[in-house]
């Protein structure tokens, strides 16, 4: 089993930034592929931005130039530094992982946290 934890999510005007943060625990797994989504209300969830294990990132158009995913491997942990904030950013964002272990695979969800971001 693995366990994430998020942290980071709050209220701020447009314009501003804000950084969530994902760590990822357990026993004896390996990540093949860490991220975010989110969903507004009324509205489907959505990819934000994933990395894998290789590095390789790929985000979601509306974000693009503005967000930034990374991941420090050591901790297990996936970072999303979110500068130029929208109103539309608005949402619950979810940490996503795509994990593996002896003879298993699965992919884990976060609780979600809150980003607001005001006009």
């Known amino acids: 089993q693995v366990q994430l934890v998020e942290s980071g999510g709050g209220l701020v005007q447009a314009g501003g930034s804000l950084r969530l943060s994902c760590a990822a625990s357990?026993?004896?797994?390996?990540?093949?592929?860490i991220g975010w989504y989110r969903q507004a209300p009324g509205k489907e969830r959505e990819l934000v931005a994933i990395i894998n294990s290789g590095g390789s990132t790929n985000y979601a158009d509306s974000v693009k130039g503005r967000f930034t995913i990374s991941r420090d491997n050591a901790k297990n942990t996936v970072y999303l530094q979110m500068n130029s904030l929208k109103p539309e950013d608005t949402a619950v964002y979810y940490c996503y992982v795509e994990a593996a272990g002896f003879a298993w695979s699965r992919n884990y969800w976060g609780q979600g946290t809150q980003v607001t971001v005001s006009s």
């Open positions: 357990g026993t004896t797994f390996s990540i093949n592929a």
